[in-house]
């Protein structure tokens, strides 16, 4: 069930996506070459419980950390730990935060240092992606608006676009419905309302689009180990268009 938030839960909601979004503007500046990524998730658990908050992932469904960091050819789920960052590298870090029991979901990808022209214009094309994606959001519109704006524009890049993990609804809990994948499938296509927050989160591989699972039963890597990126925001559906819950 697609559950519409009241004006009490979108303030609730936009109260923990604007303190996720500090957190993702701090880490722009903060995520540097020789850090380990255990050091990065360190510095999220602290950011969010010193303002109150608790870290939206940490032991959902058993994942270990506060965040997920995904370096160049995981995809998501990277569990942090004892990896460093390198010059060229791309991290991409997916967070959340339970603040008082609305939740926020926002995701992005650094390059650290300068990367070659391949790895910018990938995370170039998923950010576009999300952009594009965004653009789609109105009440009315339909699911499979936003999942053909991500697939259009990564497949013409040359691009893949990951399959078997997609976007969804958030704010009262983690996950809910709609799913909002990054095609055009066969499944549910539900017209879009006012009240809707949705997390949108193309992850777009430089090569194919097919995936394995490592045996920590978290990450999931590209199948060809070429680099991926990942970009996500929370969204609120109006009637007449879009307010990006994630964005400062």
């Known amino acids: 069930m697609i559950e519409l938030k009241n004006e009490e839960q979108i303030d609730g909601i936009r109260r ?28 999220c658990y602290t950011f969010i419980k010193d303002h109150k908050g608790t870290p939206a992932f940490l032991d959902y469904m058993g994942f270990p950390a506060t965040a997920c960091i995904s370096v160049n050819e995981e995809i998501i789920h990277g569990i942090p730990g004892k990896r460093v960052l390198t010059e060229g590298d791309i991290a991409s870090i997916d967070l959340g935060i339970n603040l008082g029991g609305y939740y926020s979901d926002a995701a992005q990808s650094i390059i650290i240092g300068e ?19 965004i653009s789609q959001v109105k009440a009315g519109g339909r699911i499979h608006d ?10 013409r890049s040359g691009f893949g676009v990951v399959r ?28 879009m309302r006012a009240g809707m927050i949705l997390a949108i989160e193309p992850m777009i591989n430089m090569g194919s689009r097919h995936i394995k699972h490592l045996d920590d039963g978290w990450t999931v890597v590209t199948r060809d180990g070429r680099p991926s990126a990942h970009w996500e925001h929370t969204v609120l559906v109006l009637e007449d268009g879009v307010e990006i819950l994630t964005a400062l």
């Open 146 to 155: 936003i999942s053909q704006a991500v697939f259009k524009h990564a497949t």
């Open 164 to 191: 078997e993990y997609c976007g969804h609804g958030v704010g009262l809990s983690q996950h809910e419905e709609p799913q909002i994948p990054n095609y055009v499938s066969v499944g549910p296509n539900p017209r």
């Open 16 to 43: 923990s996506c604007r303190l996720l979004a500090q957190l993702h503007e701090e880490l722009r500046s903060y995520v540097t070459e020789g850090m380990s990524t255990a050091q990065v998730d360190k510095y």
């Open 115 to 133: 990367g070659d022209d391949r790895l910018k214009t990938l995370n170039r094309v998923t950010h576009e992606c999300l952009d594009l994606a």
